[in-house]
């Protein structure tokens, strides 16, 4: 069977152009920001290849170095696009603005020697060729985060790609009698059309289940976080403390609970709405956020009223805490919502007889109601 290269490329254009609104419509615009670069970078690899397919059928003709050039930018874009994705799917920061002028200068300089063949073709592939090879190496970096089962089938599809791409830029930069258009009957083209269509499907595949991944992470993360303040809910708080509380038996750490209840919450709501009163909690949520270790816990208990485990603790500690994180509020409350946050706290630590998180739980709570039976906004020490 004789397979022709033009209509293998007009096939593949047929396939990646289908491949990006499947995508779009699986994913949709409202998917997070890694999904949306993927979609947005398939559909820009699509328009590359409708350009550079139009480019052939106008040789000669001023619009074939305008089509080739966007082309090239598309392409460019849209590798640039699903590294975005790679690192934000993997939990990396996102790309550097200053790296996006490689869709600028790779073409600019495409454009300006277009005459030159060997010049532009072996700029154009090497410079994708290293794209993909990018794209590769952040999908198999050591210590990313992600399934191998995405991660692997981008290593594989990309790396492979990048491994075409590069011998076409090599016949066309110095064996140009061999490779002497991008439509050539040689054996690069055979092989880049057919790993082509199956990078294609394997990056449509791994993009799927990378956002799949990601969802169920968005599902999981629901689960155990409050909605308003985004601290741990009651339950998963609750599982996470006796974990700790097993681990600071075991090994003779200390440990603490705080039972922290807002004074005179209702009154806030009532006098100054609702929505005043989810910023308060939401500020005395983010300032706990921020005053405690990796080690330790915070959940919205109920309400107004939120529970932390200092975990390796001791009372003086817990004290130096308190103040520190009351001093606090009290400054951001009154330049945030125009008046002063203040809160009760009961401390529990934990003893020897404590055998439950119950048990701690118990005493701090009582702590707590003698902290507000005794006129509010002070700590007291449970025995």
């Given at each position: 069977?004789v397979l022709d ?23 949709g ?8 670069a993927?979609?947005v970078?398939v559909?820009?690899?699509a ?18 170095p305008?089509?080739?050039t966007l ?19 993997r939990?990396?920061a996102?790309l ?9 200068v790779?073409?600019?300089l ?6 030159h063949?060997?010049w532009?073709v072996?700029?154009?592939n090497?410079v994708?060729?290293a ?17 191998w089962r ?6 594989v ?11 076409r830029?090599v ?10 258009t ?8 055979l092989?880049g059309?057919?790993?082509?269509n199956?990078a294609?499907l ?5 993009v ?13 993360e629901?689960?155990i976080t409050d909605?308003?303040?985004q601290?741990?809910?009651?339950r ?18 200390p440990l603490?609970?705080?039972?922290i ?12 709405g609702h ?19 990796s ?6 208990y ?20 308190d103040?520190?994180l009351?001093q ?7 330049a ?12 529990s630590?934990q003893q ?5 998180l ?17 006129g ?5 020490m449970a025995?």
């Amino acid at each position: 069977m004789v397979l022709d290269i033009h209509s293998l490329m007009v096939a593949y254009t047929v396939n990646v152009c289908a491949v990006a609104i499947a995508l779009s419509l699986a994913l949709g615009l409202r998917a997070g920001r890694a999904a949306l670069a993927a979609q947005v970078g398939v559909v820009a690899h699509a328009l590359g290849w409708l350009c550079l397919i139009a480019s052939g059928d106008h040789r000669g003709h001023w619009l074939d170095p305008l089509l080739s050039t966007l082309a090239m930018a598309a392409m460019s874009i849209s590798l640039l696009l699903l590294l975005q994705a790679v690192r934000l799917w993997r939990g990396g920061a996102p790309l550097p603005t200053r790296l996006c002028a490689v869709a600028l200068v790779m073409p600019a300089l495409y454009a300006l020697g277009f005459s030159h063949y060997p010049w532009r073709v072996g700029l154009a592939n090497g410079v994708l060729a290293a794209q993909m090879l990018w794209v590769a190496v952040e999908a198999a970096r050591p210590g990313a985060t992600g399934s191998w089962r995405w991660r692997g089938l981008i290593c594989v599809s990309m790396g492979t790609m990048a491994l075409v791409t590069l011998w076409r830029g090599v016949l066309g930069a110095f064996f140009t009698e061999a490779y002497p258009t991008f439509q050539s009957p040689h054996p690069v083209n055979l092989v880049g059309a057919l790993a082509n269509n199956a990078a294609t499907l394997l990056t449509a595949l791994a993009v799927l289940a990378a956002f799949r991944e990601e969802a169920e992470a968005q599902l999981r993360e629901l689960a155990i976080t409050d909605g308003l303040t985004q601290v741990l809910n009651r339950r998963a708080w609750n599982e996470r403390a006796e974990v700790l509380l097993a681990d600071a038996r075991r090994y003779g750490h200390p440990l603490i609970v705080l039972m922290i209840d807002l004074d005179h919450f209702k009154q806030i709501n009532d006098r100054r709405g609702h929505a005043v009163g989810d910023k308060a909690l939401q500020l005395i949520a983010a300032m706990l956020r921020e005053e405690l270790r990796s080690g330790d816990l915070v959940g919205r208990y109920g309400g107004e009223e939120f529970c932390v485990m200092l975990s390796h603790t001791r009372e003086a500690a817990a004290l130096t805490f308190d103040q520190r994180l009351r001093q606090k509020l009290r400054q951001r409350s009154q330049a945030e919502l125009g008046f002063v946050l203040e809160y009760s706290v009961g401390l529990s630590s934990q003893q020897l007889k404590d055998r439950r998180l119950e048990d701690l739980l118990r005493r701090a709570d009582a702590a707590l109601y003698e902290a507000k039976r005794a006129g509010r906004n002070q700590l007291v020490m449970a025995p």
